[in-house]
T-cell receptor
Framework: GENVEQHPSTLSVQEGDSAVIKCTYS??????FPWYKQELGKGPQLIID?????GEKKDQRIAVTLNKTAKHFSLHITETQPEDSAVYFC??????????????FGRGTQLTVWP | DGGITQSPKYLFRKEGQNVTLSCEQN?????MYWYRQDPGQGLRLIYY???????QKGDIAEGYSVSREKKESFPLTVTSAQKNPTAFYLC?????????????FGPGTRLTVL
C-alpha cells in the first residue's frame, strides 16, 4: 500500500498569518494528491488537489506544492481567517493505479486561527 | 440535488447488538467507501466497493460487514465482534475511471455503544 505521514498534528496561527501543513508519501507510483478540510461534526470536503505532473497549484488563498523527488507535498494557506479553523487531511492515490479509487490519508492537522 | 446521505446522524446501541449504518449516493459513482474516524487517528478504511456485488476489506475490517446490492447503496453493519465500535463513521463515493479519484464524503454517523 501507501504510507502517508502528516505534520504537524496541531497548528495555531494568528489571523492574517500563513499556515503550512506538510505530508510525505512512501510509494513514488502514487500520482494524485488531494487535500480535504473537515469542520467539526461534518464530513471532509475537497479543497484542492494536485497531480504528479504538476509542481504547484493555487486557488485564491490556498496552494499546494509537490516535490516528486523527495516524495512530499504541502498545503499553504495565506491570509488565514477564523473560518479556516478545521482539521485538514492530505491523501495520496493508490500506487497500483489511481483508477482503483482508493486514497491513503494522513492523520490530520487541527488548524486553529486566532482572531 | 446530488450528494451522499448517511442516516442517522447519531446512533446509540447497547453492547452486544449489531447495528447497520446507511449510506446512499445519487452521484452515479461506481465506488463507495466506509471509514472510521477516532480522535488523532485520521481516516481509517474499513471496506470499499468498486462495483456492485463486489467489495474489498480495508485496513480495519474485523468486526464489520458490508453489502453492495445496488450502485446507490453501501450499508455497513457493525457487529458485536467489533471490540470498540464507538466512533464517527464516514461514507464516501468516487468515480474511478477518470484517473482523478476524488472522494465525496457524507455527513457522517456518530455511533455510541453503551
Amino acid at each position: 500500500g501507501e504510507n502517508v505521514e502528516q505534520h504537524p498534528s496541531t497548528l495555531s496561527v494568528q489571523e492574517g498569518d500563513s499556515a503550512v501543513i506538510k505530508c510525505t508519501y512512501s510509494d513514488s507510483a502514487s500520482n494524485y494528491f488531494p487535500w480535504y478540510k473537515q469542520e467539526l461534526g461534518k464530513g471532509p470536503q475537497l479543497i484542492i488537489d494536485i497531480r504528479s505532473n504538476v509542481g504547484e497549484k493555487k486557488d485564491q488563498r490556498i496552494a499546494v506544492t509537490l516535490n516528486k523527488t523527495a516524495k512530499h507535498f504541502s498545503l499553504h494557506i495565506t491570509e488565514t481567517q477564523p473560518e479556516d479553523s478545521a482539521v485538514y487531511f492530505c491523501a495520496a492515490s493508490d500506487p497500483r493505479g489511481s483508477t482503483l479509487g482508493r486514497l491513503y490519508f494522513g492523520r490530520g492537522t487541527q488548524l486553529t486561527v486566532w482572531p | 440535488d446530488g450528494g451522499i446521505t448517511q442516516s442517522p446522524k447519531y446512533l446509540f446501541r447497547k453492547e452486544g447488538q449489531n447495528v447497520t449504518l446507511s449510506c446512499e449516493q445519487n452521484l452515479n459513482h461506481d465506488a463507495m467507501y466506509w471509514y472510521r474516524q477516532d480522535p488523532g487517528q485520521g481516516l481509517r478504511l474499513i471496506y470499499y466497493s468498486q462495483i456492485v456485488n463486489d467489495f474489498q476489506k480495508g485496513d480495519i475490517a474485523e468486526g464489520y460487514s458490508v453489502s453492495r446490492e445496488k450502485k446507490e447503496s453501501f450499508p455497513l453493519t457493525v457487529t458485536s465482534a467489533q471490540k470498540n465500535p464507538t466512533a464517527f463513521y464516514l461514507c464516501a463515493s468516487s468515480i474511478v475511471t477518470s484517473g482523478r479519484p476524488e472522494q465525496f464524503f457524507g455527513p457522517g454517523t456518530r455511533l455510541t455503544v453503551l
